[in-house]
């Protein structure tokens, strides 16, 4: 039967901008998908594009839901074009919502991963998550020099609680000869993976490195989508897959693609509001449990907490995330004064 459907573009500032190797990030842009049934009971999804890691444009997501109907059926749902795996993720997702209400997620604690900030900052930031209880942390870098970072490196692992482990996040940051420094320093250190050494495009000396290191490597960026996710699955990547639903697209196409290659993955966020970051951790739930801390350590990182899921912790439990509702998140963006 068909479904009212709306949509509503956001802005929104973070708490403190991140910095990545790509720069200053200080805010997102995205839109809220809303289905309204014949019994008003209504769902949200959200669309939080990222162009650069190979999604539609925000525009593009913009023209795709003004020229859809203001009655949606579930053929249209499950049509969106590939080339809007956003788009896709959002009314997919207020689609399950809204329709199968009461089909919850397996029971499971999922071990999250706390993000630390690039630079010194990261020293405090370990050690503040470390009494929080965090097991794993995740650190940017590619950010300053490399040999200032390397040098930072044994005082953020100085403060891994024991069996801990550190994840480094370059974002495509380096090359060859900084990627091989890198690896020789974590060799024999708790580095569980390096992410996403190279651009995209670039990625070719990672088939030797992983060969050659005994540290792990990930592909973050590389994946994104699900076109580039399936051309590494099919080529046969030994490394571990970083997905974030938001931006892979369909979550049932994403699950099965997963499921049938049998690769190994880490899930994280796109810096969603609360709306994607449910609809994000409900598709992780239903993915194969390896025991790898979940990356969403985005959770809290809008200075508009409404914007926010409340923070779960070191580990976020499947029976908390039901509990975790919208609430009036659609209505409070509705009276935020459009931008000229």
């Given at each position: 039967?068909?479904?009212?459907?709306?949509?509503?573009?956001?802005?929104?500032?973070?708490?403190?901008?991140?910095?990545?190797?790509?720069?200053?990030?200080?805010?997102?842009e995205g839109i809220l998908v809303r289905l309204?049934?014949?019994?008003?009971?209504?769902?949200?999804?959200?669309?939080?594009p990222l162009p650069a890691w190979g999604t539609?444009?925000?525009a593009a997501a913009q023209a795709f839901c003004?020229?859809?109907?203001?009655?949606?059926?579930?053929?249209?749902?499950?049509?969106?074009?590939?080339?809007?795996?956003?788009?896709?993720?959002?009314?997919?997702?207020?689609?399950?919502?809204?329709?199968?209400?009461?089909?919850?997620?397996?029971?499971?604690?999922?071990?999250?991963?706390?993000?630390?900030?690039?630079?010194?900052?990261?020293?405090?930031?370990?050690?503040?998550?470390?009494?929080?209880?965090?097991?794993?942390?995740?650190?940017?870098?590619?950010?300053?020099?490399?040999?200032?970072?390397?040098?930072?490196?044994?005082?953020?692992?100085?403060?891994?609680?024991?069996?801990?482990?550190?994840?480094?996040?370059?974002?495509?940051?380096?090359?060859?000869?900084?990627?091989?420094?890198?690896?020789?320093?974590?060799?024999?250190?708790?580095?569980?993976?390096?992410?996403?050494?190279?651009?995209?495009?670039?990625?070719?000396?990672?088939?030797?490195?992983?060969?050659?290191?005994?540290?792990?490597?990930?592909?973050?960026?590389?994946?994104?989508?699900?076109?580039?996710?399936?051309?590494?699955?099919?080529?046969?990547?030994?490394?571990?897959?970083?997905?974030?639903?938001?931006?892979?697209?369909?979550?049932?196409?994403?699950?099965?693609?997963?499921?049938?290659?049998?690769?190994?993955?880490?899930?994280?966020?796109?810096?969603?509001?609360?709306?994607?970051?449910?609809?994000?951790?409900?598709?992780?739930?239903?993915?194969?449990?390896?025991?790898?801390?979940?990356?969403?350590?985005?959770?809290?990182?809008?200075?508009?907490?409404?914007?926010?899921?409340?923070?779960?912790?070191?580990?976020?439990?499947?029976?908390?995330?039901?509990?975790?509702?919208?609430?009036?998140?659609?209505?409070?963006?509705?009276?935020?004064?459009?931008?000229?």
């Open positions: 039967m068909p479904v009212h459907f709306e949509y509503l573009p956001y802005r929104a500032s973070f708490r403190q901008p991140l910095l990545t190797a790509h720069g200053a990030w200080s805010e997102r309204v049934g014949d019994t008003g009971r209504e769902s949200l999804g959200e669309i939080s539609e444009t925000l003004a020229a859809l109907p203001q009655q949606l059926d579930e053929q249209t749902v499950r049509t969106v074009p590939a080339q809007l795996p956003c788009c896709q993720f959002a009314l997919e997702t207020a689609w399950e919502a809204l329709h199968r209400p009461d089909h919850p997620s397996p029971v499971r604690t999922l071990p999250m991963s706390a993000l630390l900030p690039a630079g010194p900052g990261a020293i405090i930031a370990a050690e503040r998550a470390a009494a929080q209880g965090f097991t794993t942390m995740k650190w940017k870098v590619g950010v300053g020099a490399p040999a200032a970072e390397l040098a930072l490196l044994p005082r953020v692992l100085e403060h891994l609680p024991a069996g801990g482990q550190l994840r480094l996040d370059a974002n495509g940051a380096w090359d060859l000869p900084t990627a091989r420094l890198w690896l020789e320093s974590c060799a024999d250190r708790p580095i569980e993976f390096i992410e996403q050494p190279f651009p995209v495009g670039q990625e070719e000396p990672v088939l030797s490195l992983a060969n050659e290191f005994p540290t792990r490597i990930a592909l973050d960026e590389s994946v994104a989508v699900h076109s580039n996710l399936l051309r590494w699955l099919e080529f046969g990547w030994p490394g571990i897959y970083v997905i974030k639903p938001s931006l892979a697209g369909s979550p049932r196409k994403l699950l099965q693609l997963l499921d049938c290659y049998e690769a190994e993955a880490v899930f994280s966020s796109a810096f969603e509001t609360s709306v994607g970051l449910r609809a994000a951790l409900q598709v992780v739930a239903r993915a194969p449990d390896n025991g790898r801390a979940v990356g969403f350590g985005t959770i809290g990182c809008f200075a508009d907490e409404r914007l926010n899921l409340p923070d779960p912790g070191h580990t976020l439990s499947t029976k908390w995330l039901a509990r975790q509702a919208p609430g009036s998140l659609w209505q409070h963006l509705s009276n935020e004064p459009r931008a000229a």
